[in-house]
C-alpha cells in the first residue's frame, strides 16, 4: 500500500477570518472557508465566534466534517468568527492544543490562530513565566496570545504591534477581539495571507484565495509582509510594524502546499506547475511514450512536461479520495498481499511503455522508491523519474516539519544515488533558476530548505540540532 502523504512535507495549518457587518452566518463561512483550506492541516479544527462581546469557541480532533455538524454550528451565532485547520510541528498533535485558542484579560476575550513557527517563543514563553504568567498548551501560538494580553493596557492596537515585534519566525496571524478582526503577516511574508471582501463591505482574511472563492468574497489584496489589518464596524485600516520587509513566501507554497486554484502574491499556483513541469522537460529530456503524474500536486507539472515534449499525457496512477484519517491499516500479512487501497496503477496505460513519472518533490525517497515498484510491477518498459522542484537538501524551521538533515534524501545523497534508491531508469531535478523562472521571478521567495539560506536566523542552539547529520 502507498501512503503518498507519508513522504510529503508537511505545512502547519490554514488560518480564516470573517467581520460581518450585517446578520450573515459567520460560523457556517467560516466552516466552509476551512473545509476549502483543508489540505493545509488534518489534525485538527476550530472555530471561535464572537457575540455582544462574548466569544465562544468549538473545536477538537480531525478534519472540519468531524468536529463541525450542523447542531454544533447553529450555536455559534455572532458577527466575526476566525477559525483553524492544524498540522503540528511545535506542540504535540492533542485536543489540548488545537486552535484557535481563546483568552480572558483585562480589555474582555480574545482568540487567536496562527499558521507558521516561531523561533524564539522559548525564550519569551520562560520569560513570561518567570513573571507569573500560566500556559495550558505546548504551542507557540499561546505565547503569541499571552504577549498580546500582557500588554492590553496600551489598547489592543498597540498590544498586538508590540508583540508582533517581539516574535520572530513565520506567522500568518489572525486575532478576534470583541469588535475587531486583526490580521497579522510576518515582515518576511513567508506565510500567505489575503483580503475578501463581501457586497455589504464585509471582510475576510485567510490562507489562500480558494477560500474566499469557497464562500463567495472577492478578493481585495495579499496582506503586505510587515502588516497589520484592522477591521472593524469602521472599515478596514493598515498599520505597518516592520520598517524593512521584502516578500519571501515559501516557494513550497508554490510547488506543493497550496491549492491549483489559489493564487498567492499575484502568483497563479497552477500556472507556476505548469510551467515548472515545461521548464523540466527543457532541462532533462527524455524519451518516453507517456508522462503521468503522481496525484495530485504533480498533475500539473506532468501537464506541463507533456506540452512542452509533446509526448502523450496520461493517467498512470489512480487515487482513492475516500481514504480517510479513519481508515484502517492494513496487516503486514494484507500488505505482503498487494492491498493497493490508497493508489494503484493504470495497467493499461502503462504496460510495455516508457514511462515519465512527475512528482512535485522527493523528501525521504520511501514513497518514491514505491512508486517505480508499482509502475514495474505494472509492466513499465522504462521508468523516468522527474521532480519538478530542485533537490531539498536543508532542514526547515518556519512551518515545514523538516527537523534535521538526517530525514532528507537530497541532503545525504547525490542524485544518482537516489536514482539507485528509487530504482528508476532516470531521474532529474528542476534547477533553482528555472524554478524561479517558472514563477516570472516577481518576487523573492523563501529558499532555505532549497540553499540553506534563511530570511530569518534562528537561535543558535536550533540551528545546530537542525543541522546535524
Known amino acids: 500500500m502507498i501512503d503518498l502523504e507519508q513522504d510529503k512535507l508537511k505545512e502547519e495549518c490554514g488560518v480564516f477570518g470573517i467581520f460581518s457587518n450585517r446578520n450573515i452566518d459567520v460560523s457556517h463561512l467560516t466552516y466552509y472557508g476551512l473545509y476549502a483550506l483543508q489540505h493545509r492541516g ?25 468536529v463541525f455538524d450542523n447542531d454544533s454550528l447553529d450555536k455559534m451565532v455572532g458577527n466575526s468568527a476566525i477559525g483553524h ?55 507557540d501560538t499561546e505565547v503569541v496570545l499571552k504577549l498580546i494580553a500582557k500588554n492590553a493596557k496600551k489598547g489592543i ?42 457586497d455589504d463591505n464585509s471582510y475576510v482574511m485567510c490562507s489562500e484565495t480558494c477560500a474566499l472563492d469557497a464562500v463567495g468574497a472577492e478578493f481585495v489584496r495579499d496582506v503586505n509582509p510587515g502588516e497589520i489589518v484592522i477591521i472593524d464596524k469602521e472599515g478596514i485600516k493598515s498599520i505597518n510594524f516592520a520598517e524593512k520587509t521584502k516578500c519571501e513566501t515559501c516557494v513550497f507554497e508554490y510547488i506543493y502546499f497550496a491549492r491549483p486554484d489559489s493564487v498567492i502574491d499575484g502568483i497563479s499556483v497552477y500556472n507556476s506547475r505548469e510551467l515548472a513541469g515545461e521548464e523540466l522537460y ?80 522527493i523528501v525521504r525517497g520511501t514513497t518514491s522508491k514505491k512508486l517505480v515498484d508499482i509502475l514495474r510491477k505494472a509492466g513499465a518498459k522504462e521508468i523516468h523519474f522527474r ?45 533553482i533558476d528555472s524554478l524561479l523562472k517558472s514563477l516570472g521571478k516577481k518576487n523573492n521567495f523563501c529558499l532555505g530548505c532549497l540553499k540553506g539560506v534563511y530570511p530569518v536566523s534562528a537561535p543558535m542552539e536550533v540551528e545546530k540540532e537542525r543541522f546535524e547529520v
Open 42 to 66: 488534518q489534525e485538527s479544527a476550530g472555530i471561535a465566534v464572537c457575540n455582544n462581546g462574548k466569544i465562544d469557541v468549538h473545536k477538537g480532533m480531525g478534519l472540519v466534517t468531524d
Open 85 to 139: 485547520v492544524r498540522y503540528s510541528t511545535t506542540g504535540g498533535s492533542c485536543a489540548n492544543n488545537a486552535q484557535p485558542i481563546v483568552n480572558e484579560f483585562e480589555l474582555g476575550s480574545i482568540a487567536l490562530a496562527h499558521n507558521g513557527n516561531l523561533v524564539n517563543t522559548d525564550i519569551i514563553r520562560e520569560l513570561l513565566q518567570y513573571g507569573g504568567t500560566s500556559f495550558e498548551t505546548s504551542i
Open 387 to 431: 521532480v519538478s522542484s530542485p533537490i531539498i537538501k536543508y532542514p526547515c524551521y518556519f512551518g515545514i516539519n523538516i527537523a534535521s538533515r538526517n530525514e532528507l534524501i537530497g541532503g545525504n545523497k547525490t542524485v544518482e544515488e537516489i536514482r539507485d534508491f528509487i530504482g528508476a531508469d532516470s531521474l532529474a531535478y528542476l534547477s
Open 282 to 361: 527543457r532541462e532533462a529530456p527524455v524519451e518516453a511514450d507517456m508522462v503521468i503524474g503522481v496525484p495530485d500536486s504533480g498533475l500539473a507539472a506532468a501537464t506541463g512536461y507533456a506540452k512542452a515534449s509533446g509526448i502523450p499525457y496520461g493517467i498512470g496512477l489512480i487515487k482513492n479520495r475516500y481514504v480517510g484519517r479513519t481508515f484502517i491499516s492494513p496487516t503486514q500479512e494484507l500488505r505482503e498481499k498487494a492491498v493497493a487501497v490508497k493508489l494503484n496503477p493504470l495497467k493499461v496505460n502503462i504496460e510495455g511503455k516508457r514511462i515519465v513519472i512527475i512528482d512535485d518533490s
Open 157 to 198: 492596537e498597540n498590544a498586538v504591534a508590540d508583540a508582533i515585534q517581539a516574535i520572530k519566525g513565520s506567522f500568518a496571524i489572525v486575532i478576534l477581539t470583541e469588535d475587531k478582526l486583526i490580521g497579522v503577516r510576518d515582515p518576511n511574508g513567508i506565510r500567505p495571507l489575503c483580503i475578501g471582501k463581501f
